[in-house]
């Protein structure tokens, strides 16, 4: 980058991250999409749970501000963030929904991840840094020689220095880190796997802007469908095989890995348990870190994905060669829609009464009711003496959903996947069939779950009767796996 007026200029005007920084209310946006995007790794939002947070968040600052402190709606504060002259944010609208989806843009990752430098740091380690750009330096130097004899002299040079400290192990002379190199090692690595889930969402926006031109290309293609085809699938190739995508590719296959990812864990448990590393009181998210990566991978994954979504649906589009006025037609409204998306015209531009015509035939109506006026009887209450047993209104059996979610989740922290038998193994039904139905509405609502058909686990417990005895009873039905 070329640090002169014009550039930083051009940055100050144009670029979110630094308008985001100059906003009047940048405390409040930087602070809330940390919370509820960046600290949970969340990568999309829906637009009710999300302005539902950022109401509760503004009605806690008028409490302290004051009442006119942020007047508006949490609904409007999420369209202006954004909006194209902010772009905080990035709203749209799944597939399958018609409710908005929100999520954040690299450029306003970028501010917060900034932000968080400027605090003074009572530790600022140096030494991992230094061994890191070392250790790059030589696989660069090693990785580019062509020469064999120079890469069999480096070989046996690395296979001596292995010797000679497996010699120094034997003779019990065993060197380990110090408590400043771990915390200085620890600390460089949470640094690195925070800016990687950062730049996770910058590739995704990049394929995303790939996804949006051939969106475009296809809408204002006018010449033969085979010649379109040859033009995007020789991108979709070309973004394949560039840097980047050969990159992620790279360490997609590396994390996928199953014995990488169990080594991964190992490795995380022992180095969470080291005394040192345990005094910098690491984010809890950090013994899970390597599953945020896999999280946001597969979000670009998706997203990488839709190209080739966009041109299945592109040859299967029957009607390009039954009605091909209307393709015209389509293909004016999305071209014109896109020459007026960067500069909207002002004013209205169209307005909808209703989606649907109100059709209301006149015999339809009701036929007139009068309306029967009420007589009042002013009576003094009396006080009754009926024995009423009101022993029906605490026998109610209310199941306590959070418990069995916590349950479930703190099962799978351990294990990849866990059947609903074990689970009421480890801990037994209390409240009978009502807590059996419970968990099964948690596997078809807030869980990742497999039937599988073809075999069946018969659940027991015990059920309290009136006359105090407890005969255990027993369900029957297809075994239920739930999927970390």
């Known amino acids: 980058m070329i640090f002169d007026y014009a550039t930083l200029e051009l940055l100050r005007q144009n670029h979110p991250a630094w308008r985001l920084l100059r906003a009047e209310h940048a405390p409040l946006v930087a602070s809330f999409l940390h919370r509820i995007f960046t600290a949970p790794n969340v990568r999309v939002m829906g637009g009710a749970d999300l302005a539902e947070a950022l109401e509760d968040d503004l009605y ?88 064999p004899e120079a890469r069999l002299v480096e070989l046996h040079k690395r296979r001596a220095d292995i010797d000679a400290e497996i010699a120094r192990v034997e003779s019990g002379d065993i060197s380990i880190l110090d408590d400043t190199a771990l915390k ?50 020789g991108e979709r190739d070309t973004i394949a095989d560039s840097d980047q995508g050969r990159s992620f590719r790279a360490f997609w296959d590396f994390l996928m890995s199953s014995s990488r990812q169990e080594e991964l864990t190992t490795l995380l448990d022992r180095v969470l348990a080291l005394s040192p590393i345990a005094e910098l009181e690491p984010d809890v998210r950090t013994r899970r870190v390597h599953y945020d990566w896999l999280e946001a991978g597969e979000h670009t994954q998706r997203t990488v994905a839709f190209l080739s979504q966009q041109l299945r649906r592109f040859l299967d589009d029957q009607a390009w060669l039954e009605n091909r006025r209307i393709m015209d037609i389509l293909r004016g409204v999305e071209a014109k829609a896109l020459a007026v998306r960067d500069v909207p015209p002002p004013g209205e531009m169209m307005t909808i009464d209703d989606t649907a015509a109100e059709i209301e035939l006149p015999m339809e109506r009701p036929l007139y009711v009068p309306g029967v006026k009420p007589r009042i009887v002013s009576s003094a209450l009396e006080a009754g003496d009926v ?31 866990v059947t609903l038998r074990e689970l009421c193994d480890i801990q037994p039904l209390e409240q009978g069939l009502a807590e059996l139905v419970a968990y099964l509405q948690l596997a078809s609502e807030a869980f990742t779950t497999v039937v599988d058909e073809q075999a069946s686990e018969t659940i027991s417990w015990h059920s309290a009767e009136a006359n105090g005895e407890s005969p255990t009873r027993q369900a029957t039905l297809p075994r239920v796996i739930f999927v970390r």
């Open 184 to 233: 200085d090692r620890f600390q460089q690595f949470t640094a690195i796997a925070r800016e990687l889930l950062t730049d996770f969402r910058e590739v995704e926006h990049n394929f995303r802007n790939l996804d949006r031109r051939v969106r475009e290309r296809i809408a204002l293609w006018d010449g033969a469908k085979g010649a379109l085809l040859e033009e995007i699938i």
């Open 387 to 417: 024995d009423i047993d009101a022993a029906a209104l605490y026998s109610q059996v209310v199941v306590d959903k959070a418990r069995l979610a916590w349950h479930i989740d703190r099962v799978l922290q351990d294990r990849s996947q």
């Open 60 to 147: 806690a600052l008028r409490e302290q501000l004051g009442p006119n402190a942020f007047p508006k709606a949490a609904s409007d504060y999420l369209n202006d963030w954004a909006a194209n002259d902010k772009s905080w944010l990035r709203k749209f609208y799944g597939a399958d929904s018609d409710e908005p989806q929100f999520d954040l843009t690299p450029a306003t990752e970028k501010a917060i991840a900034w932000l968080g430098t400027l605090t003074e740091r009572s530790f600022i380690g140096t030494e991992s840094r230094l061994l890191t750009l070392f250790e790059l330096l030589k696989q660069m130097s090693e990785g580019s020689e062509r020469d």
